[in-house]
């Protein structure tokens, strides 16, 4: 989920892999869908659960992103479809959290698109500065924007 506040700054996560802690990275806030659940209806549970926010305000899908990667131990492959969705709420903290999330997750963070474009950090999706930075200036696309797919061959292959 592309989750903004009122000053357009976007909540991502901070994250590691459970066999490396020094693999880290920040994504955006999201999962799978569950049972009989829409891809919306999993987008905002996700949110509650790992955030605690759940006053947003559910956009369109913007982007859709193939990616494949290792991660505790094994290959995961992922469709991604990202929301957008603002709120007035800035007081996210970590939540409701899977097992593994327990284990792989270290905290929350607002960037700026300004901070997103100078991060040395790796951040996922790839190229999320100017993503954003085109969202912001352009609006939601009309229909979502496929993303080029990402495979990661082995740990310490990631990109910002």
């Not at 991660?71 to 007035?88: H, I, K, P, S, V």
């Amino acid at each position: 989920m592309v989750l903004l506040d009122r000053r357009d700054r976007i909540l991502l996560m901070h994250g590691f892999d459970p066999k490396d802690p020094s693999d880290d990275w920040w994504f955006t806030p999201g999962g799978g869908v569950e049972g009989t659940e829409t891809r919306a209806e999993a987008a905002l549970r996700e949110l509650a659960e790992e955030t605690g926010i759940t006053a947003v305000e559910l956009g369109p899908v913007v982007w859709r992103r193939i990616c494949s990667f290792p991660f505790d131990g094994r290959r995961w492959n992922q469709d991604e479809w990202y929301f957008l969705a603002r709120t007035d709420r800035t007081d996210a903290a970590l939540g409701d959290l899977t097992e593994l999330e327990r284990r792989s997750v270290r905290g929350l963070r607002w960037w700026t698109s300004a901070e997103l474009s100078s991060a040395r950090e790796t951040v996922y999706p790839t190229k999320l500065a100017g993503l954003l930075r085109t969202l912001l200036d352009e609006g939601p696309p009309t229909m979502p924007v496929v993303l080029a797919p990402e495979i990661v061959q082995g740990q310490g292959d990631r990109r910002t």
